[in-house]
């Protein structure tokens, strides 16, 4: 497994494997990987003749009072991971070496980025864009790997990749869960005791939403208030950041439920701001 | 030569070209094509293995009073300039094939967009970079082809590529003129003979100041009202958009013409605007 720094390093191993026309799979990440990264990696490797990772905490995709220093890091253990299931290239740039310079370019995606996570997190997303089009032009991936637990980021990254003809595939893997339900993520690791007792309620919620949605589709303002009711008896130490119930493809809040719908929240213990979502289909749709 | 109309139909030619490991060289153009599109097409000749041009009238750029609907087209009369000069593929893409959709994806360039052109022509860079891009993914080429008379244009392309680490080179070409002096632009068409007669004045003006700074080194002021006093007598037809004296690099206004600098100015015969610079190096620089 080779270990880059800068996109030169990156393109000298990656240039023998294009020109050899392998193909080529990208996972992006903020690194701190845990089961549901590796399972981008798995799909990776299972799809692609050769994986490459990056890891990097892109400054840009955080806002001034988020939790940009205190973000996860476990570089060595990364590596080693990434090792064990078979990634050829690991891009590991240090922040000078993405960002040489100020950096006066943005990518920015209107409409799908101002909702959900983007209305609490104003220019997460074009910090997002910025950095996954950086990656993608260093390392110049057929497929680039992302998870389903970020929906609307991949949904971003798909409008993203379509309007500006991208060449490339964009593969969104599902969410990976604990065994009690929990949405793998780095971010988990700032829960204490009794707020990880507590933060599989955001998966509760959604199921117990999918339900009510299946058995009745009930107007969207009554899901959402029964996610809130069922937040506030299983999470009473959450702080509800959002609950919408929107459409899968634009994004948009809807007002029934009777076309398929996504369910997505947003919850905050603390410090640890939560995502999770569930996709419910339309009616008749298989179960 | 090839024509393709499809990012699909470029990718088809194109393969082939790459596998050869042949250097490409991309030449965007909005058509109606002058001698200054064709001094792109042979540096990117004498440069490359295999030189594209794309033709594409991009509604993006243009502001809702500006000439879209008016910009002079001659696809044929490009196709066998193309031809005649070695272009190994022409990309002319119909509006539906560039824009399947809505366009939510937006590349802009802070700061060096919001000066010059960019001032009176709000969103036009975004729209030139967005476009860009997409030519620059469609087409995957080694080096990339702009003209200097859009000075500001090559200058936020450059910054750009470098910004988004696009994997190529961005090439800028000297202003190819007319005999008496004034720049090459499908513009020019627009002209009426009165028109054209005072046309010149652009570059008589910047020739004027350049000449000024020369000897004088006087602050920029002064050589605004210099270049605007000029105009007025030349160019009586034409009205003023600007005259700005700046920093090549960063293209913010100077106070001084101690440094290098860059005279830039746009000024609108009826329809037709009409932009020219000069970069004026610093003294010691050679003449």
């Keep these: ?39 981008l990696i798995d799909a990776a490797r299972a799809d692609c003749d050769f994986v490459a990772v990056s890891i990097f905490v892109n400054p840009l995709q955080f806002g001034p009072n988020e939790d940009l220093a205190a973000y996860p890091r476990a570089p060595e253990r990364d590596l080693a991971a990434c090792e064990a299931r078979g990634v050829g290239l690991v891009f590991l740039p240090p922040v000078e070496a993405m960002y040489a310079g100020e950096c006066l370019t943005q990518v920015s995606v209107a409409r799908l980025s101002e909702t959900l996570c983007g209305a609490s997190r104003p220019g997460h997303f074009a910090g997002v864009c910025t950095v996954v089009t950086k990656l993608l032009h260093i390392v110049q991936p057929d497929r680039a790997y992302f998870g389903a637990k970020d ?8 409008k993203m990749v379509f309007d500006l003809d991208f060449p490339l595939t964009v593969v969104v893997c599902p969410t990976v869960r604990e065994a009690d339900g929990l949405a793998m993520s780095s971010r988990n690791a700032y829960l204490t005791p009794e707020q990880r007792r507590q933060a599989p309620a955001l998966y509760g919620a959604l199921k117990m939403a999918e339900g009510l949605i299946r058995r009745e589709r009930p107007p969207a303002d009554a899901v959402q208030a029964a996610v809130r009711r069922y937040l506030a008896r299983h999470a009473a130490d959450g702080m509800i950041d959002y609950v919408q119930i929107v459409d899968p493809a634009e994004l948009s809040d809807v007002q029934t439920t009777d076309s398929a719908v996504l369910i997505a929240l947003a919850v905050k213990f603390g410090g640890a701001r939560l995502i999770d979502n569930l996709l419910v289909d339309a009616p008749g749709g298989d179960d």
């Excluded at 020109?19 to 549901?36: C, I, Q, S």
């Excluded at 929906?151 to 798909?158: E, K, L, S």
């Design 1 to 39: 497994m080779k270990i880059a720094e800068t996109a030169r390093q990156v393109r000298e191993v990656l240039n023998p494997v294009r020109r050899a026309e392998k193909t080529l799979g990208l996972v992006p990440t903020m690194g701190a990987l845990h089961e549901g990264h590796l399972s």
């Design 151 to 158: 929906y609307q980021q991949a949904a971003i990254i798909r």
